[in-house]
């Protein structure tokens, strides 16, 4: 990629993700935090590069499991879907992915 396709870190699309203790198994609650990290190492380096990614534990079910902001401001589907067209990216498919790649990450992560 060259330098005029780089986007700086103030205008990429926060993703936050929040992951249940329990998609980890019975023990989830001890995995989550070690899990998190593996999961943000892996989408910090392979994913657009118009996009900061935040893994993290979901302790609280009252927070959103997916959080969009851009310079700290939520955004909702609506704006967030605005941003990934002009990267010609569609919410559900960019949605769906993540959760793709989650669930792999967790096979992964839990066969080591």
Known sequence: MNDKNLISDDKKLH?????????LGPQGLSHVNAFCLFAQKKFEANNNHFVKWEIAPRLNKSDPEITYKIKGKKLGNQQVSKYLKVFNQEL???EDRLDSDIAQMIDLYLSQ
């Open 15 to 23: 993703v936050q993700f929040r992951l249940e203790p329990g998609c």
């Open 92 to 94: 559900s498919v960019f």
